[in-house]
């Protein structure tokens, strides 16, 4: 019978996995303040459930390392505001116009979007303030998002905005294009700022990140 705190732990393993990436059983043991036996009990009844994968990287002489990751199953695990019907709805229309309308039409959604982003910010606060309120918008949409000084306590160095979770990832699998958008939004949102992507979901990494500057 799994416990209340045995599923909390479990959560709280996956949220660790989702915003650090790969990380051993002594790394996640030192995050979550478990014993790594607690830990690797848990890791064994996640993978069995299929919710994480694991693979071993040789470090030198001894034993290999087994380094944990989220699989799609367990990044399905966070909600998301946009589902199927979404997707299919997208196929529909592709079926139906040309590709080149089919990017107007995209196109449009994220102008109408970025527009709204850059109302909701743009409102003579400081840079700090503009970007959590950003933040908080992409927070509303479902996104797992947080930012923090590039520099810790040089603000002039700008700040890193990154999300975790992409709360439109079944739609972005089917049409990358409206995540690579992204980027365009952020950079009409904050007109004053250079906006550079880091890290890209798409590009198979673990988070999605960008580097926000002041000109």
């Known amino acids: 019978m799994v416990t209340s705190q045995q599923s909390t732990t479990k959560q709280d393993i996956l949220l660790c996995l989702l915003k650090q990436g790969q990380q051993t059983a002594h790394e996640l043991s030192d995050r979550l303040a478990i014993t790594p036996q607690g830990i690797r009990r848990h890791l064994k009844d996640l993978e069995e459930e299929g919710l994480i994968l694991h693979q071993a990287l040789q470090g030198g002489m001894g034993r290999?390392?087994?380094?944990?990751a989220l699989s799609t199953a367990g990044r399905q695990q966070f909600?998301?505001?946009?589902?199927?019907?979404?997707?299919?709805?997208l196929d529909t229309l592709a079926a139906t116009v040309s590709p080149e309308q089919m990017?107007?039409?995209?196109?449009?959604?994220?102008?109408?979007k970025a527009q709204l982003y850059r109302a909701a910010v743009d409102d003579g606060r400081v840079l700090a303030d503009r970007v959590e309120k950003l933040v908080a918008l992409r927070r509303a949409e479902g996104y797992?998002?947080?930012?923090?000084?590039?520099?810790?306590?040089?603000?002039a160095a700008g700040f890193v905005l990154t999300e975790y979770h992409c709360a439109i990832a079944q739609i972005a699998?089917?049409?990358?294009?409206v995540?690579?958008?992204?980027l365009e939004m952020f950079q009409f949102a904050l007109p004053d700022c250079r906006v550079?992507?880091?890290?890209?979901?798409?590009?198979?990494?673990?988070?999605?990140?960008?580097?926000?500057?002041?000109k």
Request: with cysteine; proline share 5%.
């Open 64 to 68: 290999p390392n087994h380094v944990y």
């Open 79 to 89: 909600p998301d505001r946009y589902g199927d019907f979404a997707v299919s709805l």
């Open 196 to 214: 550079e992507r880091t890290h890209w979901l798409v590009d198979g990494e673990h988070r999605c990140g960008y580097s926000i500057q002041a």
């Open 173 to 177: 699998e089917s049409f990358p294009v």
């Open 103 to 112: 990017e107007q039409i995209l196109q449009q959604q994220w102008q109408q």
């Open 144 to 155: 797992i998002a947080e930012c923090y000084l590039a520099d810790e306590g040089n603000a």
């Open 179 to 182: 995540c690579g958008h992204e």
